[in-house]
């Protein structure tokens, strides 16, 4: 059994770019916001938590988040959508 220690673990949270941990979490997020809303009926109010807090991340890390920070608004605005045609049933 390969176990890791809390210090391997710790030097690899700092060899990873905190870019890369955000955009993890921030995708993940975005699925979370979409199972809430495929649910039958939508949890509406779950998923609306999940899309502010995304907007609100993408809004405090702006264009530090890297690269593929427009990637991450398509996604948020994609899922704000749904949310918009979820609520209206």
């Known amino acids: 059994m390969d ?4 210090l391997d673990e710790i030097a690899e949270l700092r060899a990873t770019p905190v ?3 955000l955009a993890t979490h ?3 997020l975005i699925q979370v916001a979409a199972v809430h809303l495929a649910a039958t009926p939508a ?3 779950d998923a ?15 264009e530090r988040l890297g690269e ?4 991450y608004r398509n996604a948020l605005a994609e899922v ?10």
Request: glycine share 4%.
């Open 19 to 21: 870019t890369d941990v």
């Open 80 to 89: 704000q959508q749904v949310y918009v045609r979820a609520a209206r049933l």
């Open 48 to 62: 609306a938590l999940v899309i502010d807090v995304v907007a609100a991340i993408l809004a405090a890390g702006g």
């Open 3 to 6: 176990e890791t220690s809390p």
């Open 68 to 71: 593929h920070v427009d990637l």
């Open 26 to 28: 921030i995708f993940y």
């Open 43 to 45: 949890n509406l109010e």
